[in-house]
């Protein structure tokens, strides 16, 4: 479903300030698939989101989404292949417009658009059905402004979002982390059911490994732009925070702890 085929990404190529972003990434991900992220500040882990995304380009690599490469495509023109929710509760809705508004401009994503109604009966007898899975009370809100509501209902309704077009791919850049700790666990529990229930491929970064070891079906820790490890379902089953602390270990050679991790 999404081959990323010798992938490299430098930044301020030719400067003092000159860093290796990626370094000879090759990541493929089945269909379904749920794989997480991990690795410290700098790995590479937002920029391989980055460069599936569109946002970025790699200097030299493909990436190809179900088989059609996407390499050279913008950002917006992969939009009917791609689902992303940010670390910023802010940045996947409008806060100016109500629910059933941010509902349908999603709804409409990669799609022909012409003069019609953005929300018709039908489509809002929809949303209501499809927010009552967040079991949040939003489907009885549609008409309430999203700046209204709390980080964690507009991370929720950016994750309802992100799948409504059907994407090849979902995308999860932390999407937990500016979030209180209670607000974090219904994200994530949404996560696990969401992925589960539209079969979607996805690649989440976190800098959570708790959440990393719970979440998905595969794992990888990356460094200095390369994937160190890579867990299948059953590695990952039998892997602790205290083994992939000593993984990471090896690597920069220094013992390490969770606060370290996170830096």
Same mark, same amino acid.
Request: charge should be neutral.
């Given at each position: 479903?999404?081959?990323?085929?010798?992938?490299?990404?430098? &930044? &301020?190529?030719?400067?003092?300030?000159?860093?290796?972003?990626?370094?000879? /990434?090759?990541?493929?991900?089945?269909?379904?698939?749920?794989?997480? +992220?991990?690795?410290?500040?700098?790995?590479?882990?937002?920029? /391989?989101?980055?460069?599936?995304?569109?946002?970025?380009? *790699?200097?030299?690599?493909? +990436?190809? /989404?179900?088989?059609?490469?996407?390499?050279?495509?913008?950002?917006?023109?992969?939009?009917?292949?791609?689902?992303?929710? &940010?670390?910023?509760?802010? @940045?996947?809705?409008? *806060?100016?417009?109500?629910?059933?508004?941010?509902? @349908?401009?999603?709804?409409?994503?990669?799609?022909?658009?012409?003069?019609?109604?953005? +929300?018709?009966? =039908?489509?809002?007898?929809?949303?209501?059905?499809?927010?009552?899975?967040?079991?949040?009370?939003?489907?009885?809100?549609?008409?309430?402004?999203?700046?209204?509501?709390?980080?964690?209902?507009?991370?929720?309704?950016?994750?309802? $979002?992100?799948? &409504?077009?059907?994407?090849? /791919?979902?995308?999860?850049?932390?999407?937990?982390? @500016?979030?209180?700790?209670?607000?974090?666990?219904?994200?994530? !529990?949404?996560?696990?059911?969401?992925?589960?229930?539209?079969?979607?491929?996805?690649?989440?970064?976190?800098?959570? $490994?708790?959440?990393?070891? !719970?979440?998905?079906?595969?794992?990888?820790? $990356?460094?200095?732009?390369?994937?160190?490890?890579?867990?299948?379902?059953?590695?990952?089953?039998?892997?602790? +925070?205290?083994?992939?602390?000593?993984?990471?270990?090896?690597? =920069?050679?220094?013992?390490?702890?969770?606060?370290?991790?996170?830096?």
């Amino acid at each position: 479903m999404l081959e990323i085929t010798n992938v490299h990404k430098t &930044f &301020f190529a030719g400067t003092v300030n000159e860093r290796a972003a990626l370094q000879d /990434i090759n990541l493929s991900l089945a269909a379904g698939e749920f794989v997480t +992220v991990i690795g410290s500040n700098g790995a590479g882990k937002s920029t /391989i989101l980055n460069i599936t995304s569109g946002k970025l380009r *790699p200097d030299t690599g493909t +990436v190809t /989404i179900d088989g059609t490469d996407v390499t050279r495509l913008a950002d917006y023109s992969r939009a009917r292949f791609i689902g992303r929710v &940010f670390q910023d509760p802010m @940045a996947g809705t409008s *806060p100016d417009m109500t629910i059933e508004q941010n509902l @349908a401009i999603a709804y409409e994503r990669g799609k022909n658009r012409g003069l019609r109604p953005g +929300v018709t009966r =039908k489509k809002r007898e929809f949303f209501q059905e499809e927010l009552k899975s967040l079991e949040l009370g939003l489907e009885n809100r549609l008409k309430a402004k999203v700046g209204l509501l709390s980080g964690g209902q507009r991370q929720a309704l950016s994750l309802l $979002m992100a799948t &409504f077009s059907g994407p090849k /791919i979902l995308l999860l850049d932390e999407h937990t982390a @500016a979030l209180d700790p209670q607000r974090a666990e219904l994200v994530s !529990r949404l996560t696990a059911e969401v992925v589960e229930r539209h079969g979607l491929t996805t690649l989440m970064v976190t800098h959570n $490994m708790e959440q990393a070891l !719970r979440l998905g079906t595969r794992l990888i820790m $990356m460094h200095e732009g390369r994937i160190i490890l890579d867990l299948d379902q059953r590695q990952k089953e039998k892997t602790t +925070v205290p083994d992939l602390l000593h993984e990471f270990e090896k690597i =920069k050679g220094a013992a390490l702890d969770d606060r370290t991790m996170l830096q």
